[in-house]
């Protein structure tokens, strides 16, 4: 698909109307209007390319933002999880979907079935996923070894290093 075709582009152009829920100089993140699951989300680099290791610092950015913004919606929506795929899609334009899961017999990577949804619904979820602020916030006390068993002590130690690995 040409770039001036692909739906995604014209998103971020603003050339078609979408529900946006967060930006930036990067990427940027909408509700799918036939979600599979309600509140689902689709982010997208601002730059058209089809495959993540086109642009892989800007795949991880965008893989970042997803997972603080999965932890949004999980939140304000009481999702019970969430599903984030990479998925290819016919546009051509490297995707992110975030699907909250309310049930443990939602599947929808699996089912992938878009369901309709009425405007003033979608309305109603934007709404809640414009209060998200996408950023994790460093927990600033340390984390407390002391007295715990050697097990509990591993295991945070491995959050440790996860962490300052992965996050900034
Ligand atoms: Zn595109």
């Known amino acids: 698909m040409e770039v001036q075709e692909c739906i995604f582009c014209k998103i971020i152009k603003r050339e078609i109307p979408s529900y946006i829920v967060y930006e ?12 599979v699951t309600k509140g689902m989300v689709i982010l997208v680099p601002r730059f058209h390319y089809e495959t993540f290791d086109f642009d892989l610092e800007t795949s991880y950015h965008c893989l970042k933002k997803s997972l603080e913004l999965a932890k949004g919606i999980k939140d304000v929506l009481n999702a019970i999880d ?45 709404q809640k996923l414009l209060a998200i602020k996408v950023e994790i916030k460093e927990k600033e006390e340390k984390i407390k070894i002391e007295n715990e068993n050697d097990e509990e002590r591993k295991f945070e130690e491995l959050k440790e290093k996860w962490r300052k690995r992965f996050l900034p």
């Open 82 to 126: 969430v599903q984030i795929a990479i998925i290819r899609s016919p546009l051509k334009h490297f995707n992110i979907r975030i699907y909250p899961i309310y049930s443990n017999e939602d599947i929808p990577i699996i089912q992938n079935k878009p369901n309709e949804i009425s405007e003033a619904e979608l309305n109603q979820i934007w």
């Open 24 to 35: 930036d100089e990067k990427c940027i993140a909408f509700l799918d209007i036939r979600p």
